[in-house]
């Protein structure tokens, strides 16, 4: 007997690998954890019967010859498969995208890859074999695929993610089908939650970052808490956001990222717990940890992250070129053709005193204001940013102020600007070479 099965807590991907295996394995059964989230459930109760699938409790252990495992690599993470843990002569494979390297089931055959969603993974196996899919099977692989990529936007997203996305539309996935679990309605309870975290964000700036945390006290059983955390992560406005939540018997740890430099999955590695880089959580027994605690290692292992992460100091252009306040708009505009450049800082000794920029000479109306001193037209109000504040922080404050040039200002001193051309660089990495 052939049997496929994922991890507990089950999500739209690992239940749509499921399926996607028992699709290209037809002698294969889907064994799906009796504990799945939420949406997942909603889905089954009405869907259940369309699919190859069953209960561990339903599973004849001494008749499986071959396992197949989706969404995870670790044991401890399947339902009720301790019996197979022992046994030498079964086959595993094993297919998978969490690439912290904690697994300890061993595969014979093995496909993991850094790819936004598992089944993915599986649909380009489908590809490969011009196979075509009836239009539910390519509704619920659509799904998962759209849950763990956050609708192809999450950065773990790949272009064989969009590929597959591609194939599963070309096979009559319905979006509409797909939006309705993909968005699960909002109960009080959720509502609840969410004004509850909104009152007591704790944000904090860590090499650069807004970091948010929220320590909730549970009072009664919330679903869908993950998603809750997702959504609060951008009104937040946080690079990223970590949600301890409190029960009587456990600490539930979620982590949400915005940004590559910040990887979820690898802090919550430090709990027991996984995911990817944008998105993991972990939970911890009551007792045996505080959530003062947590915070606190969380807070450390993110000051670690920082050599890794690039600072405004690697992207900024120096030295800067200055002009004084008396020197004409004419001087001016002849300064940025001949440099190239669309800003000039305006100083006095060591003292910023404006900046001139393109814009600028646009609005001279008359001729001899051209003759004029730059002081008459400069910006005086000057917004700066330090060398070790991050690229996304320049982005930000340049978006939220509409400018484009930021002094980096180290000890009272400047020490270079960054511009949108910096910034722009930074983000599409079109330095030559
Ligand atoms: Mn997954």
Redesign the pocket.
């Known amino acids: 007997m052939l049997i496929a099965t994922t991890h507990k807590n089950t999500?739209f991907?690992?239940l749509a690998?499921v399926i996607a295996v028992t699709i290209l394995y037809p002698e294969c059964t889907g064994v799906i954890p009796k504990m799945t989230n939420k949406n997942v459930g909603q889905f089954l109760s009405t869907h259940k019967n369309a699919f190859n699938l069953i209960l561990p409790n339903e599973v004849k252990f001494d008749e499986v010859s071959k396992l197949i495992v989706v969404?995870t690599d670790q044991w401890h993470r399947l339902d009720r498969m301790e019996k197979l843990r022992q046994r030498e002569d079964l086959t595993i494979y094993l297919w998978?995208?969490?690439m912290a390297g904690r697994g300890d089931i061993k595969a014979d055959r093995l496909c993991k890859e850094r790819i936004g969603?598992?089944?993915s993974l599986l649909v380009r196996e489908m590809r490969k074999r011009k196979m075509s899919l009836n239009a539910l099977d390519s509704t619920v692989l659509l799904i998962?695929l759209y849950e763990?990529t956050g609708h192809l936007t999450y950065p773990s997203t790949t272009s064989e993610d969009a590929r597959a996305a591609a194939y599963l539309l070309d096979n009559e996935a319905d979006l509409n089908v797909a939006g309705f679990f993909l968005n699960p309605p909002y109960e009080e309870t959720q509502k609840d939650i969410l004004f509850e975290m909104m009152k007591k964000t704790e944000k904090t700036t860590i090499n650069g970052q807004a970091i948010g945390f929220n320590i909730i006290h549970l009072t009664q059983k919330v679903t869908n808490l993950a998603t809750i955390v997702s959504m609060y992560r951008k009104i937040a406005n946080v690079a990223a956001l970590f949600a301890i939540f409190i029960d009587d018997k456990r600490l539930t740890i979620i982590g949400r990222s915005g940004i590559e430099q910040i990887n979820i999955g690898q802090i919550m590695a430090m709990f027991g717990g996984g995911g990817?880089a944008g998105a993991g959580s972990a939970t911890v027994k009551n007792g045996k940890t505080t959530a003062a605690d947590i915070k606190e290692k969380i807070t450390c292992a993110l000051a670690q992250q920082k050599s890794e992460s690039p600072v405004v100091a690697d992207i900024m252009s120096f030295p800067v070129f200055t002009i004084s306040p008396e020197t004409t708009m004419r001087q001016a505009q002849n300064l940025m053709i001949e440099k190239n450049i669309r800003g000039i800082m305006v100083t006095c000794g060591d003292a910023i005193e404006g900046i001139i920029v393109g814009w600028d000479l646009k609005k001279l109306k008359k001729k001899n204001q051209w003759e004029s001193p730059v002081k008459a037209f400069m910006s005086r109000d000057i917004i700066t940013i330090s060398p070790t504040d991050s690229p996304t922080t320049a982005a930000r404050i340049m978006i939220e102020n509409d400018v484009g040039h930021l002094p980096v200002i180290q000890d009272k001193v400047m020490i270079g600007i960054v511009t949108r051309t910096d910034v722009l660089t930074y983000y599409y990495d079109l330095l030559p070479g």
Do not use: E, M, P, Q
């Open positions: 999500d991907d690992a690998s969404d998978d995208h969490h969603a598992t089944v998962g763990d990817h």
